[in-house]
């Protein structure tokens, strides 16, 4: 288990329910990234974590994204009444420090394939 | 707010060809990515470059940072190299900025 996990894998919810999805990074790893992938687009920045430090929001498309991070380690990102045009492949990725000149390789998990029907 | 643009957008070679992907992004980053996804949708990291050049195995990434432009290579490429490869430039605390990727298929 030593890469970033995220679970589940596959989400499927209706229109307007809210949804949480969860990503373990790779011990160690201070700095935390969620990005989106929808269906024929290119990956776009959403959030992201410097250990316990306020994270930068700037990437979240509306109010009703939300992320967490506790204890520096696991993270979660809430989607509230979800809308159709949310369905997309929520990445996440670990590396040892963060950005604002800081150089990392960033490991990115599997993903979790959300579908809002 | 930094872009980063690709080129080709699709490109489809024989096996053996060598293969050069192209990236330009227009202001300066403290390192730029090149990314690896495969049909699954799984990403791999191949280079983290902020100067100069690169190599692991047939997979080589340069970096001219006067000119804000960026290489990847693959000599004699092979089918399973097939994929989408993207690049990224990182710079102030916006995680990364993405290209939109080149499509990579590589016949037998």
């Known amino acids: 288990g030593a890469g970033v996990s995220q679970s589940p894998s596959n989400k499927v919810t209706e229109k307007g329910k809210d949804v949480e999805l969860r990503c373990d990074p790779i011990s160690g790893h201070t700095a935390l990234y969620w990005y989106r992938q929808s269906l024929g687009q290119g990956l776009e920045f959403l959030i992201y974590?410097?250990?316990?430090?306020?994270?930068?929001k700037s990437g979240l498309p509306s109010d009703r994204f939300s992320a967490e991070r506790t204890g520096g380690s696991v993270s979660t990102l809430t989607i509230q009444r979800t809308q159709q045009e949310d369905s997309a492949v929520y990445l996440c990725?670990?590396?040892?420090?963060?950005?604002?000149?800081?150089?990392?390789?960033?490991?990115f998990g599997p993903g979790t394939r959300l579908l809002v029907l | 707010k930094n872009e980063v643009e690709q080129s080709p957008q699709n490109l489809t070679a024989q096996e053996g060809e060598f293969i050069t992907i192209n990236c330009s992004y227009s202001v300066g980053i403290s390192a730029l990515h090149w990314l690896q996804q495969h049909p699954g949708g799984g990403i791999v990291s191949l280079f983290m470059?902020?100067?100069g050049k690169k190599k692991h195995g047939r997979l080589i990434a340069t970096i001219n940072i006067q000119e804000k432009h960026s290489s990847l290579h693959i000599t004699a490429s092979h089918p399973r190299d097939s994929a989408v490869y993207i690049c990224a430039g990182e710079g102030g605390a916006d995680g990364l900025t993405f290209g939109k990727g080149t499509h990579l298929i590589i016949q037998p």
């Open positions: 470059l902020s100067s």
């Open positions: 974590f410097q250990g316990n430090s306020a994270p930068d």
């Open positions: 990725a670990s590396s040892r420090q963060g950005s604002g000149g800081a150089q990392e390789t960033q490991y």
